[in-house]
């Protein structure tokens, strides 16, 4: 009984997968909505600073150090920021940069960069 079960269930198992499979390509091949590819820097929260997904930041440079500001608040720093950050900001001055994801417990947030 359990190797027929398994033969027989098994066809059913990889059609299952096959779909989850086209489903993922569709999704992506025939969207309407055509994003742009985001780049992300993970910035160490200030202490007392409460940020939430889907906050807007200001990007900018106090003096040797890349830091988010919100309204007029410091609410973090970005540790080890990558060199197009660093591009972006001398070009512009200042760059926008949204709340992808907070993790809480680890006092950063992952910042998406919006040139």
Do not use: N
């Not at 779909?19 to 969207?31: N, P, S, W």
Request: with cysteine; glycine share 8%.
């Amino acid at each position: 009984m359990g190797v027929e079960f398994l033969q027989r269930i098994g066809r059913t198992i990889e059609v299952a997968r096959d779909k989850d499979r086209m489903a993922l390509v569709e999704r992506h091949l025939f969207t309407r909505c055509v994003e742009l590819a985001t780049s992300c820097e993970l910035l160490r929260l200030a202490p007392g600073a409460v940020l939430a997904p889907g906050d807007e930041v200001h990007i900018e440079c106090h003096g040797e150090r890349i830091v988010a500001v919100q309204v007029d608040r410091v609410v973090g720093t970005f540790d080890e920021p990558r060199q197009e950050l660093w591009d972006l900001l001398a070009e512009y001055g200042i760059v926008g940069g949204r709340v992808d994801e907070v993790h809480a417990s680890a006092r950063v947030a992952d910042i998406e960069i919006m040139p």
